[in-house]
């Protein structure tokens, strides 16, 4: 499809509007839509159609449509490609679900492009540890900087939304590259992974919770651990013991 950039004005790249598909919320530029005028948005968000126009809330327009699967919708009006997902037959998002939405929004698209291959128990197990295995890391990093607690978001659909706070130099790039598997992971063996961590590390506490974050959902994690030294045998093995300790 050829994108048009004749008809984005500096109103229209400074007119900024939120879609509310079935719940989850895009925030976009009028523009970002317009640049595709062949497409539903593209036609609907044009100058001359702002009369047919109805916002449910100021600039928030909402479509009972897919949520999860517009997603990949508004990839294509920023980037000008649909980036197909690996299929997998216990996939979080159906590949049917992408299409229904493509044709709803009126945008091309080329099934036969689209990467499948199927998806073993195997693979899943092997997900799974490496998702533990990232757990046990931050466990060990919260130990050696004297972390007692420890707080991490894995967004559903806003990936913006993801944090670790503290947000440590050599804890975050250990969770970050979960930041987008996080969710389904900790929806389906969240317990499971934290009992397993309560048995490797005896005192730790954790809580895994589906929240709500600026209206968007999110897994939290919280985990709590026990300092793992005695404060007085640390000072001993130091060059501090070698101060007089006045009390």
Do not use: C
Not at 49 to 60: D, I, P
Not at 104 to 131: G, H, K, N, V, Y
Not at 211 to 237: C, G, H
């Amino acid at each position: 499809m050829q994108k048009n950039n004749n008809d984005n004005t500096n109103a229209n790249r400074s007119d900024r509007i939120v879609l509310n598909i079935g719940g989850v919320k895009y925030e976009t530029f009028r523009s970002t839509l317009t640049a595709y005028p062949d497409t539903l948005l593209g036609t609907m968000f044009q100058d001359r159609n702002r009369e047919l126009q109805h916002a449910t809330n100021k600039n928030e327009y909402f479509f009972d449509r897919n949520g999860r699967a517009f997603h990949y919708i508004m990839e294509f009006y920023r980037n000008g490609e649909i980036d197909w997902p690996v299929v997998y037959s216990q996939s979080v998002i159906a590949r049917k679900e992408i299409e229904r939405e493509l044709d709803f929004f009126q945008i091309p698209f080329a099934p036969q492009t689209i990467e499948t291959r199927e998806f073993s128990i195997e693979d899943a197990a092997r997900s799974l540890d490496e998702f533990t295995e990232m757990f046990v890391a931050v466990i060990k990093e919260m130990e050696r900087h004297f972390r007692r607690r420890i707080t991490i978001l894995f967004p559903v659909f806003n990936f913006s939304l993801f944090s670790v706070v503290p947000d440590l130099t050599t804890v975050t790039p250990i969770v970050r590259p979960y930041w987008q598997i996080g969710s389904p992971i900790s929806e389906h063996f969240g317990e499971v992974i934290g009992k397993h961590l309560m048995q490797l590390r005896p005192g730790l506490t954790y809580k895994v919770t589906s929240t709500s974050v600026n209206d968007e959902y999110v897994y939290k994690w919280e985990l709590r651990i026990p300092l793992a030294f005695d404060v007085k045998k640390v000072i001993e093995k130091s060059s501090l013991s070698s101060f007089p300790n006045k009390t």
